[in-house]
Structure formats: structure tokens, C-alpha cells
């Protein structure tokens, strides 16, 4: 760096740290718009928080071993702790979009994360599987309330030429998150028990709380509105019913998983028709008037369907290197991390892409790819190189950054601001039940498939490798549904009345 030089250079340094102090310390006004080119100090602390939290929704997946044996239970029962953390968030955000609108900025992030720090102290001491569960249960409460949080702050106070670079951003607590757990846990049962992973997630949660609380402004305004209780009750019953039967589906019989799934889609069938009743009188739990808005109910359907493909992908390569390839939990971490890591960091590059050439650009070669790639991994077999399988899962993830940061944008930018958290909310609920249901179809078709080559003299490994080519075909024709509403999309949209402009 050089020293300043001219006979301005120290009034344009006090321009600057003028401009930088009224940035960080002057308070933010409901629905303005920070300065292009620069990320709000809320949107920073939000994703900080968002990482925390989301990254604890897989760091248990190593764990079931650990406490299989601690707790004398079985591996069904173990699996619990990744299943009841699923439930919630199903349950929960469905009645966040009420919620955010009734407090503020503050007070829901200070919800969010005393929730979690909460049921991550429980969790961490824990004297039974029940008492883990619990805080399980508390840890998803508090994490379900973070995503819709973030995106219906970013979108109130970023402006829309800038929503894709900073929309990027929150790639990173996404995908991230997700991919760094399994290698985060790997790591600390390598050097303790599984207590140790709520133990390092406690200081760094109640820092992040604490210290974001500080510094967060309070953003739009709050008002007050009536809950609809018989909305809570089918919502949390519906979306908890029909994900828990897609995560029993392939376990056994048909009846019970049958029975749920179909209770489920009647309760969110009830929950869908008296959201309708309420919006006459402007008081619904989840405004379903977003799916008017086109390109909302269109980028919906895509980030389902690539969420299908993407959650129930992230499932099949750890089964294949470590059920095939004796490759450790840990070791299977580090291996997929470097996808992870590529989708993160690419979501900021591609964000600042989108926001100057539109959406269509990243989007229609980035589903493509996709497809292409999943199908590539379809081939793969007993003995392919680690080299070709790390290549190719992280092309996969660079290839959805190009989908999921534009699509994000585009979709919660055709919203009215007063939509944006019932958008939101039903954003977050839908990735839940798509994550669920790519899971569940993909791990069915896998075991059938190789069900069937055993029965016809295949060996186990190559039945295995049989099974799993058929779960990543069917996830790339599930991409097919991505690349159909990719080709739907506008380039842009413009900004609704009401929504933040440009500084």
C-alpha cells in the first residue's frame, strides 16, 4: 500500500472514514437500501448466525455410531437425532412467516439464537437419548427461524441491482454449512466423544448471539396481527407427518410410512384451503398469494426440484465411499468438503455476475450441468479413481451455485416487501420437504435396485454400485425439471412498489 499523495489525499481520507462511520453507526431505516456495492452490517451478522445454526443440523451424521454405543440403543433409534431435527424444522417454519412480522429485527434474532444456545447446552449434557433429543428439538426451533430471518432482511434492505452479490453471500451459510458438518464432527469425535461437538458449538453460538445482538439494527417494522392456532396445528401436524413418513419409506413395510405420508398431504391440504379462508380477512399464518406472482411460483418449483436432487446426491456419495470404498467418516468429510467449500465461495462471483447480465446466463447452462454431472456420476464404479469422483463433485457444486444464488434472487424479488417472509417461509418449508422427499425416492430406488441384482447373482459390491448408478440416473432426470423451469425464467425482474431502490 503507498502512502497517500496530492494535496487531496487527506480530505478524501476523512470523506471515507466519514462515509464508513455513517454506514456501521448511523441506525437503519425500515426499507432503505445500503449502498451499492456493500453488504450490510446486518446481512454480515445474520449469515454469521445462519452459518452457526445450520452447520449443527449435520455435524450428529458421524456421530450415530457413538451413540449407539453410549446410550445402548439401536441404530433406528440413534437416527432419531438427525430425524427429530428435521420434523421440527418442517413443523416451525411454516410459522415463521406470522412470526417476523409480528417482531423486530432484534427480538427475533435474539429468539433465534437463545433457542438454540439453549438446546445446545441441554443437548451437550444430555444423561439420556430423550433428554438429546430435546435439545435436538430446541436446536431446530431456533435454527428454523434464522433462514427465513436472513432472506427477509436481505431483501428488505438490499437494493435489487444488488440482491445477487449479496444474496451470494448467504450461498455460503447454505451450502457451506451443510458440507462442512460431516467433516467439522469427523475431526472432534477423532479426538473426543460426541458431547465434544455441542461443547465447541456452545461458545461460538452464544459470541455470535451475543455479540450480533449488539450491532443488529432493527429492520422494517413490526406489526401486530392474530395467530390462527388451528393454522399451527395443520401445519406443524401435515409437514412433520409427511416428512417423517418419507424418512421411513424403504425401511420396511409400506403401511406405516404410507399412512403418514398420505395423513400429511390431507392436513396440508386443510392447512393450504383455510389459508385461503384467512387471507379474506389479511390475517393468514402463510400468505399462499405469493404463488401468484410468476416467477416466484416458477423459481419455487426449480429450487425444489434441485434441492430433490441436490440433498438426495449429498446422501449417495457418503454411502458409496464409505459402504464401498471403506473409506472413514472422517475421511469421507474431507473428501466432499472441497464441493462444498467451491459452491460457497463461487455463490459471491456468481452473485455479482447475475446483477450484471441477468439470470438466464448462469442459470440454463448451470442446470445443464447439473444434469450432465449427476449423470456422469451415475457412472461411476467400484474402482474410479478419488480423483475423478472429487472433480466431479465439485463441478456438481459449482454448477448449482450458478443456479441456486440467481434463482434465490429472482424469486423473493417478484414479491411485494410485505410478502417477503411469508415468501420466505414457504421457500425454507419447501427445501425441507424437497430435501426429504429426494432422500427418501433415491434411497428407495438405490436398494431396490440393488435388491434385485443380488437375486440375480450380482456380487454385493457390484449390486451395490448397481443400485447406486440408478439413484444419481434418477436424480439427473429429476435436474430435468431444473433445466424445463430454468428455460421459464426472465432474465430479471423489476423491483415491486415498495421495495428498497439504489443509493
Same mark, same amino acid.
Given at each position: 500500500?503507498?502512502?497517500?499523495?496530492?494535496?487531496?489525499?487527506?480530505?478524501?481520507?476523512?470523506?471515507?472514514?466519514?462515509?464508513?462511520?455513517?454506514?456501521?453507526?448511523?441506525?437503519?431505516?425500515?426499507?432503505?437500501?445500503?449502498?451499492?456495492?456493500?453488504?450490510?452490517?446486518?446481512?454480515?451478522?445474520?449469515?454469521?448466525?445462519?452459518?452457526?445454526?445450520?452447520?449443527?443440523e449435520?455435524?450428529?451424521?458421524?456421530?450415530?455410531?457413538?451413540?449407539?454405543?453410549?446410550?445402548?440403543?439401536?441404530?433406528?433409534?440413534?437416527?432419531?437425532?438427525?430425524t427429530?431435527?428435521?420434523?421440527?424444522?418442517?413443523?416451525?417454519?411454516?410459522?415463521?412467516?406470522?412470526?417476523?412480522?409480528?417482531?423486530?429485527?432484534?427480538?427475533?434474532?435474539?429468539?433465534?439464537?437463545?433457542?438454540?444456545?439453549?438446546?445446545t &447446552?441441554?443437548?451437550?449434557?444430555a444423561?439420556?437419548?430423550?433428554?438429546?433429543?430435546?435439545?435436538?428439538?430446541?436446536?431446530?426451533?431456533?435454527?428454523?427461524?434464522?433462514?427465513?430471518?436472513?432472506?427477509?432482511?436481505?431483501?428488505?434492505?438490499?437494493?435489487?441491482?444488488?440482491?445477487?452479490?449479496?444474496?451470494?453471500?448467504?450461498?455460503?451459510?447454505?451450502?457451506?454449512?451443510?458440507?462442512?458438518?460431516?467433516?467439522?464432527?469427523?475431526?472432534?469425535?477423532?479426538?473426543?466423544?460426541?458431547? &465434544?461437538?455441542?461443547?465447541?458449538?456452545?461458545?461460538?453460538?452464544?459470541?455470535?448471539?451475543?455479540?450480533?445482538?449488539?450491532?443488529?439494527?432493527?429492520?422494517?417494522?413490526?406489526?401486530?396481527?392474530?395467530?390462527?392456532?388451528?393454522?399451527?396445528?395443520?401445519?406443524?401436524?401435515?409437514?412433520?407427518?409427511?416428512?417423517?413418513?418419507?424418512?421411513?419409506?424403504?425401511?420396511?413395510?409400506?403401511?406405516?410410512?404410507?399412512?403418514?405420508?398420505?395423513?400429511?398431504?390431507?392436513?396440508?391440504?386443510a392447512?393450504?384451503?383455510?389459508?385461503?379462508?384467512? @387471507?379474506?380477512?389479511?390475517?393468514?399464518?402463510?400468505?399462499?398469494?405469493?404463488?401468484?406472482?410468476?416467477?416466484?411460483?416458477?423459481?419455487?418449483?426449480?429450487?425444489?426440484?434441485?434441492?430433490?436432487?441436490?440433498?438426495?446426491?449429498?446422501?449417495?456419495?457418503?454411502?458409496?465411499? @464409505?459402504?464401498?470404498?471403506?473409506?472413514?467418516?472422517?475421511?469421507?468429510?474431507?473428501?466432499?468438503?472441497?464441493?462444498?467449500?467451491?459452491?460457497?465461495?463461487?455463490?459471491?462471483?456468481?452473485?455479482?455476475?447475475?446483477?450484471?447480465?441477468?439470470?438466464?446466463?448462469?442459470?440454463?447452462?448451470?442446470?445443464?450441468? *447439473?444434469?450432465?454431472?449427476?449423470?456422469?456420476?451415475?457412472?461411476?464404479?467400484?474402482?474410479?479413481?478419488?480423483?475423478?469422483?472429487?472433480?466431479?463433485?465439485?463441478?456438481?457444486?459449482?454448477?448449482?451455485?450458478?443456479?441456486?444464488?440467481?434463482?434465490?434472487?429472482?424469486?423473493?424479488?417478484?414479491?411485494?416487501p410485505?410478502?417477503?417472509?411469508?415468501?420466505?417461509?414457504?421457500?425454507g418449508? &419447501?427445501?425441507?420437504?424437497?430435501?426429504a422427499?429426494?432422500?427418501?425416492?433415491?434411497?428407495?430406488i *438405490?436398494?431396490?435396485?440393488?435388491?434385485?441384482?443380488?437375486?440375480?447373482?450380482?456380487?454385493?459390491?457390484?449390486?451395490?454400485?448397481?443400485?447406486l448408478?440408478?439413484?444419481?440416473a434418477?436424480?439427473?432426470?429429476?435436474?430435468?425439471?431444473?433445466?424445463?423451469?430454468?428455460?421459464?425464467?426472465?432474465?430479471?425482474?423489476?423491483?415491486?412498489?415498495?421495495?428498497?431502490?439504489?443509493?
Amino acid at each position: 500500500m503507498t502512502a497517500p499523495t496530492g494535496p487531496h489525499a487527506i480530505g478524501d481520507d476523512a470523506e471515507d472514514l466519514a462515509a464508513f462511520e455513517q454506514e456501521f453507526s448511523a441506525p437503519t431505516t425500515p426499507g432503505a437500501a445500503a449502498p451499492a456495492g456493500r453488504t450490510p452490517l446486518v446481512i454480515k451478522l445474520l449469515v454469521a448466525a445462519t452459518f452457526v445454526v445450520i452447520l449443527n443440523e449435520t455435524t450428529l451424521v458421524n456421530a450415530v455410531p457413538r451413540l449407539m454405543t453410549d446410550f445402548g440403543i439401536s441404530e433406528s433409534t440413534a437416527q432419531w437425532s438427525l430425524t427429530v431435527f428435521m420434523l421440527t424444522m418442517a413443523a416451525v417454519i411454516p410459522v415463521t412467516g406470522w412470526f417476523l412480522q409480528r417482531v423486530s429485527t432484534r427480538s427475533a434474532y435474539a429468539t433465534a439464537m437463545t433457542t438454540f444456545t439453549a438446546g445446545t &447446552l441441554v443437548a451437550a449434557l444430555a444423561p439420556t437419548f430423550d433428554v438429546l433429543l430435546v435439545g435436538r428439538v430446541v436446536q431446530a426451533g431456533g435454527t428454523a427461524v434464522m433462514m427465513p430471518l436472513l432472506m427477509t432482511t436481505l431483501m428488505t434492505v438490499v437494493a435489487a441491482e444488488d440482491r445477487g452479490r449479496v444474496m451470494g453471500q448467504v450461498t455460503l451459510a447454505m451450502s457451506c454449512a451443510p458440507a462442512l458438518g460431516p467433516a467439522v464432527s469427523g475431526v472432534l469425535l477423532h479426538f473426543g466423544s460426541w458431547r &465434544l461437538i455441542f461443547a465447541v458449538v456452545l461458545p461460538i453460538a452464544v459470541l455470535v448471539g451475543f455479540f450480533g445482538f449488539r450491532q443488529l439494527e432493527n429492520v422494517g417494522e413490526a406489526r401486530k396481527s392474530p395467530i390462527s392456532w388451528l393454522s399451527v396445528v395443520l401445519a406443524a401436524g401435515g409437514f412433520s407427518s409427511f416428512v417423517y413418513g418419507l424418512s421411513k419409506v424403504g425401511e420396511g413395510e409400506w403401511t406405516e410410512p404410507a399412512l403418514l405420508i398420505g395423513g400429511g398431504v390431507v392436513l396440508i391440504a386443510a392447512f393450504a384451503v383455510y389459508q385461503l379462508v384467512l @387471507q379474506r380477512s389479511e390475517r393468514p399464518l402463510m400468505d399462499l398469494r405469493t404463488l401468484k406472482h410468476r416467477n416466484f411460483a416458477v423459481s419455487l418449483v426449480l429450487m425444489s426440484a434441485g434441492f430433490m436432487a441436490f440433498l438426495g446426491s449429498m446422501l449417495l456419495l457418503p454411502l458409496y465411499l @464409505q459402504n464401498l470404498r471403506g473409506l472413514s467418516e472422517l475421511q469421507t468429510g474431507l473428501l466432499v468438503m472441497p464441493g462444498g467449500l467451491a459452491m460457497g465461495l463461487l455463490g459471491p462471483q456468481v452473485g455479482k455476475v447475475y446483477d450484471r447480465i441477468g439470470s438466464r446466463p448462469l442459470v440454463i447452462p448451470g442446470s445443464v450441468a *447439473m444434469v450432465a454431472l449427476l449423470f456422469a456420476l451415475s457412472r461411476i464404479g467400484t474402482d474410479t479413481p478419488y480423483a475423478v469422483i472429487l472433480a466431479l463433485h465439485v463441478a456438481l457444486m459449482a454448477s448449482l451455485a450458478t443456479v441456486f444464488t440467481p434463482v434465490f434472487t429472482i424469486g423473493l424479488g417478484d414479491l411485494a416487501p410485505q410478502l417477503y417472509s411469508h415468501g420466505s417461509s414457504l421457500l425454507g418449508t &419447501l427445501q425441507q420437504v424437497a430435501g426429504a422427499i429426494g432422500t427418501a425416492l433415491l434411497v428407495v430406488i *438405490m436398494t431396490n435396485r440393488t435388491e434385485q441384482l443380488a437375486e440375480d447373482g450380482a456380487s454385493s459390491a457390484d449390486a451395490f454400485v448397481g443400485g447406486l448408478q440408478w439413484a444419481f440416473a434418477a436424480g439427473a432426470a429429476i435436474g430435468l425439471v431444473v433445466i424445463a423451469m430454468a428455460l421459464l425464467l426472465p432474465s430479471k425482474v423489476a423491483a415491486p412498489e415498495g421495495a428498497p431502490a439504489a443509493h
